[in-house]
C-alpha cells in the first residue's frame, strides 16, 4: 500500500512536470499540423471545436508548392546554409587550431576578440553591411548571404573548435613533430582526423543558425527567385493584410523538418555544442 | 632510420615550420575575412551615425545630430523602456522555467533521449517559422485560446493578444521565453549533471530538506553556468529582431518596437541611414558591457 502510494507519487513528480513542459513545446507545432490538413471551410469556421480535424486535405500543401516557388527557397536555403557552414568550418579550424595547440604573441588577444565578435549582434551591424552589399553590387545573389553568415558563423566555430581541440592529447602530434612531420602535416594528417566529432558539432549547430537566419536575408534578397524559405514565407504568403493560414502552416512545418532531421540525427553532437561554451568553458 | 630522418628534419625544417610564421599564416585569411565583415561595417556605422545619409544619396557630416534628434524623440525612449522590459522580463522567466526544465529532466525516466530532443525542438527549429504559428495561435478572430476563453464565458471577441498594448508586449515576452526556454534547460542539465550525487546523499543525510538541498547544494554550484548562459541570452534578447518584427512590426503604437526593428524601420522603412545606425548604436554601450564582461568571464574559466 505505502509502496504503491509511493509509486504513484513518483510518477506524478516526474510526469506532470515533464508533462507540462512537453505540451508548452508541442503545441505550436500541433497547431502548425492541425491547421495544415484543414480545409479553409473548417479552419474559419468558429464553431468547430480547431483542435480537431474533421475532413483533413491536402489542398494547402499542393497550393504551396505549385502557387509559390516554396521549393526553388527551400533549395536556396539548403545551398546558403551548406556553403556558409563549409566556409565557417574551414575559416573556425583554422582560427581554432593555432589558438588551441600554439604559443605565440598575440594569441591571448586574438583569442578574446575572436569571443567578441561572436556576441557582436548583427542589428549593430546591418545598416553599414547593406550598403556594403549595395556597393559590392552582390544585392540579390545568394553570395550576400553566403559572404555575410560566416560572420556570425566563423567566430562560433572557432569557440567551439578551441574547446574540443584542447581536449585531444599532445602526443600524437609531439610523435608526428619529431619523425619529422612539419606543422602544416601533423594538423593535417594527425591532428584534424580525430577531431571528426568537434567538426559534426560546430557543423550542426552552424546549420541550423544559417538556417534560421533572418535579418541578413531579409534585407538582401528581395527578389521571388532568391529568396530563402524564412522570407519566402514572411514576404509571400503574407500579402497586405491576406493571411493564408493553411499554406502558412504547410509551409512553417514543411521548413522546420529538415533542420529538425538533421538535428535528430546528430541530437547528441548538437547538445554537446549547446553546452560546450558553458561548462567546459 | 628514424633517427636520421628526425636530424636531417629538423635541420631542413624552414623559416614557414615556425610555430609563431606557421600559427598567423593560419590565422591570416579568416581574420582578414572578420576585420573586412564585421570590423570595417562596424566602423562605418559608427561613420554612418554621424551623417545625414539618405539611401542612395551621398551624406553630409552632422555631427552627433542623429543622437540629439533621438534623445528628443519620444519615440526612442519607447523602444528603449520597451527594450529593457522585454530583456528583464523574458530573461527572468527563462531563468526560472529552464531551471524547472533542467530539474524536471534530471530525473529518472523511460525514453529520456527521445523527450530531451523533443523539449529542445522549439530552440532549433527557424524563429520565424514557430513565431508564424504563434501569431495564428493569437490571431483577433480565429485565436484557439480565445475559442476556449468565449466558451468559458469571456466576451466575444476574447482579449485582443497583439492588437492591445500591454497584452502585446506580453505576447512577445512569453513567445521569446517558448523558444529560448530549451538552452536553459538543456545547458542547465548539463550542469547539474556535473554535480556529484555524494552531495546530496550528504544534504540528506544531514536532514537537509528538498528545498533546501536545491537552496545550498544545487543553486550554488549551478550558479556559474546559470551567469553564463544569462549573459548569452540578455546579449541576444536585446539584440531581438525577427520576433517582434514578424508579429507585430513593432506595433500597436510601438508598444513592441525594440532597438533592433526600430532601427531596421528608419534605415530601411523610412531610408535615413544615418538615423538608423545611430538607433542602433545605442544599444553599444549596455551590449558593450555585457560583452566584456562575457568574454573576460569565458576566457577566465
Known amino acids: 500500500m505505502v509502496d504503491g502510494r509511493s509509486r504513484v507519487a513518483r510518477l506524478l513528480r516526474v510526469w506532470v512536470p515533464l508533462g507540462f513542459f512537453l505540451v508548452l513545446a508541442l503545441f505550436p507545432f500541433y497547431w502548425m499540423a492541425i491547421t495544415s490538413l484543414k480545409p479553409n471551410a473548417e479552419l474559419y469556421n468558429t464553431r468547430m471545436m480547431p483542435l480537431l480535424v474533421y475532413h483533413p486535405t491536402l489542398k494547402h500543401y499542393v497550393d504551396l508548392l505549385s502557387e509559390t516557388r516554396f521549393l526553388a ?13 563549409a566556409i565557417s568550418l574551414i575559416f573556425g579550424g583554422m582560427l581554432a587550431y593555432p589558438l588551441a595547440r600554439m604559443r605565440f604573441p598575440g594569441a591571448g588577444l586574438i583569442a578574446i576578440s575572436v569571443a567578441a565578435v561572436y556576441l557582436v549582434p548583427q542589428p549593430l551591424l546591418f545598416i553599414p553591411l547593406a550598403d556594403l552589399i549595395t556597393r559590392l553590387q552582390l544585392g540579390n545573389t545568394l553570395s550576400a548571404v553566403i559572404l555575410t553568415y560566416p560572420t556570425m558563423l566563423v567566430p562560433f566555430c572557432a569557440w567551439l573548435l578551441m574547446g574540443y581541440f584542447k581536449t585531444v592529447p599532445k602526443d600524437l602530434e609531439e610523435a608526428a613533430r ?27 549547430f552552424a546549420f541550423t543558425l544559417a538556417q534560421n537566419e533572418f535579418l541578413y536575408a531579409l534585407i538582401f ?6 529568396r530563402t524559405v524564412p522570407i519566402g514565407v514572411i514576404a509571400e504568403l503574407i500579402r497586405g493584410d491576406v493571411f493564408y493560414w493553411g499554406q502558412l502552416m504547410a509551409a512553417a512545418l514543411l521548413g522546420s523538418i529538415p533542420v529538425a532531421l538533421i538535428y535528430s540525427f546528430f541530437v547528441e553532437h548538437y547538445v554537446a555544442g549547446l553546452t560546450a561554451g558553458s561548462v567546459k568553458g | 632510420m628514424g633517427y636520421t630522418v628526425t636530424i636531417s628534419s629538423l635541420r631542413t625544417r624552414s623559416w614557414f615550420d615556425r610555430e609563431s610564421v606557421f600559427s598567423w599564416l ?41 543622437f540629439a534628434a533621438d534623445f528628443k524623440d519620444s519615440v526612442f525612449w519607447r523602444v528603449a523602456l520597451n527594450t529593457f522590459v522585454y530583456t528583464g522580463i523574458a530573461t527572468l522567466l527563462k531563468a526560472i522555467g529552464g531551471l524547472g526544465l533542467a530539474l524536471a529532466m534530471n530525473q529518472q525516466f523511460r525514453m529520456k533521449n527521445l523527450i530531451r530532443a523533443v523539449l529542445l525542438l522549439p530552440f532549433i527549429v527557424p524563429t520565424v517559422l514557430s513565431t508564424v504559428a504563434w501569431m495564428w495561435i493569437l490571431d483577433p478572430a480565429f485565436s484557439v485560446f480565445n475559442w476556449f476563453l468565449i466558451r468559458l464565458g469571456v466576451p ?10 500591454l497584452l502585446a508586449m506580453a505576447s512577445i515576452i512569453v513567445i521569446n521565453t517558448w523558444r529560448g526556454l530549451p538552452f536553459y534547460g538543456i545547458t542547465l542539465l548539463a550542469g547539474l549533471q556535473t554535480i556529484p550525487p555524494e552531495l546530496y546523499e550528504a544534504a540528506t543525510v544531514d536532514g537537509a530538506s528538498g528545498f533546501q538541498r536545491f537552496r545550498y547544494v544545487v543553486l550554488p554550484l549551478l550558479q556559474p553556468i546559470l551567469l553564463i548562459v544569462t549573459l548569452f541570452s540578455v546579449i541576444f534578447t536585446f ?10 512590426h513593432g506595433g500597436p503604437q510601438n508598444a513592441t518596437h525594440l532597438f533592433a526593428t526600430y532601427a531596421f524601420d528608419l534605415a530601411m522603412g523610412a531610408g535615413q541611414l544615418g538615423l538608423g545606425a545611430s538607433v542602433a548604436l545605442s544599444m553599444l554601450p549596455a551590449l558593450a558591457l555585457l560583452i566584456v564582461a562575457l568574454t573576460l568571464y569565458m576566457q577566465r574559466q
Open chain 1, 221 to 226: 534578397l528581395t527578389k521571388t527567385s532568391v
Open chain 1, 178 to 204: 619529431i619523425d619529422g612531420a612539419s606543422h602544416l602535416q601533423t594538423m593535417w594528417r594527425i591532428f584534424l582526423p580525430l577531431c571528426t566529432p568537434g567538426f559534426i558539432s560546430a557543423g550542426i
Open chain 1, 73 to 85: 527557397w527551400t533549395w536556396n536555403t539548403m545551398l546558403v546554409a551548406i556553403v556558409s557552414t
Open chain 2, 239 to 248: 539584440a531581438d529582431f525577427q520576433l517582434v518584427y514578424v508579429l507585430t
Open chain 2, 26 to 66: 593560419m590565422l591570416a585569411p579568416p581574420l582578414l575575412f572578420l576585420a573586412a565583415f564585421v570590423g570595417y561595417p562596424f566602423c562605418y556605422g559608427i561613420f554612418l551615425s554621424l551623417q545625414n545619409r539618405p539611401v542612395a544619396q551621398p551624406g553630409t557630416f552632422v555631427g552627433l545630430q542623429n
Open chain 2, 156 to 165: 466575444k471577441p476574447g482579449p485582443s493578444w497583439l492588437g492591445n498594448p
